[in-house]
């Protein structure tokens, strides 16, 4: 694979269209995803930063298989995903998001949660301790609900069940965001020995510049759907060239002592 490019998306589009009034056939187009193009190596991650509705967590779908585009190209592995089954994409890439509670169904345990992610395997029960093991939870937790978890635990959670698919490739939207402070460190710490101990790559999504571009390799910047600027961590944060970028900048709060 050249440069060891393990994901690869050239100029993507996506429009939703919505109507101007209701009960009229007049209809508005919104181009939530403009010409974005980035890159993802092997063990690297990139950060993916804007405002709301600049068309992040729209464009993460896309790669992840979730939504569907208008055109453009996304690789991975020097292969199209259109070339790829559904199952063979969720064993490529996996989605975190934000709120774990919301994607973990109330009414399954954890263990069933897990292992209907990975139901074309066999030990299943196995497999699911292990994946729990890999994230700081002990294997009690395969008879447990959802409910009976903090938020810090579920985000745990929704992370094994992407391990459990052995996939390569994780997208994680704002997955600290609703998190007490010292607990988001943990689940960052958490990405970085999983990045370690098994290769893994992440695109993460974050309002939080900072966050970023302590963990990130590169960063892309998104405004109105675009991608406005794109590059290597410290040059974004330390001579950002876009004035969008320079303005996301200097509205991050200074702490003085």
């Given at each position: 694979?050249?440069?060891?490019?393990?994901?690869?998306?050239?100029?993507?589009?996506?429009?939703?269209?919505?109507?101007?009034?209701?009960?009229?056939?007049?209809?508005?187009?919104?181009?939530?995803?403009?010409?974005?193009?980035?890159?993802?190596?092997?063990?690297?991650?990139?950060?993916?930063?804007?405002?709301?509705?600049?068309?992040?967590?729209?464009?993460?779908?896309i790669?992840?298989?979730?939504?569907?585009?208008?055109?453009?190209?996304?690789?991975?592995?020097?292969?199209?995903?259109?070339?790829?089954?559904?199952?063979?994409?969720?064993?490529?890439?996996?989605?975190?998001?934000?709120?774990?509670?919301?994607?973990?169904?109330?009414?399954?345990?954890?263990?069933?949660?897990?292992?209907?992610?990975?139901?074309?395997?066999?030990n299943?029960?196995?497999?699911?301790v292990?994946?729990?093991?890999?994230?700081?939870?002990?294997?009690?937790?395969?008879?447990?609900?959802?409910?009976?978890?903090?938020?810090?635990?579920?985000?745990?959670?929704?992370?094994?069940?992407?391990?459990a698919?052995?996939?390569?490739?994780?997208?994680?939207?704002?997955?600290v965001?609703?998190?007490?402070?010292?607990?988001?460190?943990?689940?960052?710490?958490?990405?970085?020995d999983?990045?370690?101990?098994?290769?893994?790559?992440?695109?993460?999504?974050?309002?939080?510049?900072?966050?970023?571009?302590?963990?990130?390799?590169?960063?892309?910047?998104?405004?109105?759907?675009?991608?406005?600027?794109?590059?290597?961590?410290?040059?974004?944060?330390?001579?950002?060239?876009?004035?969008?970028?320079?303005?996301?900048?200097?509205?991050?709060?200074?702490?003085?002592?």
């Amino acid at each position: 694979m050249l440069n060891n490019l393990i994901l690869k998306t050239v100029n993507v589009n996506k429009n939703f269209f919505i109507e101007k009034i209701f009960f009229s056939n007049k209809t508005a187009t919104i181009r939530a995803v403009d010409n974005a193009s980035i890159e993802l190596k092997k063990g690297e991650i990139v950060g993916l930063a804007g405002e709301s509705g600049s068309g992040k967590t729209t464009l993460a779908k896309i790669i992840a298989g979730l939504m569907d585009y208008d055109s453009g190209e996304i690789f991975i592995d020097d292969r199209n995903i259109e070339n790829y089954s559904r199952y063979e994409l969720s064993k490529k890439i996996q989605m975190i998001f934000q709120d774990p509670f919301s994607s973990l169904n109330p009414k399954l345990s954890i263990g069933t949660i897990i292992k209907e992610a990975i139901k074309a395997k066999k030990n299943l029960d196995n497999i699911a301790v292990n994946v729990l093991n890999m994230v700081g939870l002990s294997s009690d937790a395969i008879q447990k609900y959802p409910h009976q978890f903090s938020g810090g635990q579920r985000q745990r959670i929704a992370i094994a069940r992407a391990l459990a698919t052995e996939a390569e490739i994780i997208i994680a939207d704002e997955p600290v965001s609703s998190l007490d402070i010292s607990v988001q460190a943990q689940i960052m710490n958490l990405f970085f020995d999983l990045k370690k101990n098994l290769g893994l790559s992440y695109i993460i999504i974050s309002h939080d510049l900072n966050l970023l571009s302590a963990v990130s390799d590169n960063i892309a910047i998104m405004q109105n759907g675009k991608i406005i600027e794109y590059g290597q961590s410290d040059k974004i944060m330390n001579r950002p060239d876009n004035p969008y970028t320079q303005k996301l900048i200097s509205a991050i709060p200074v702490i003085n002592v």
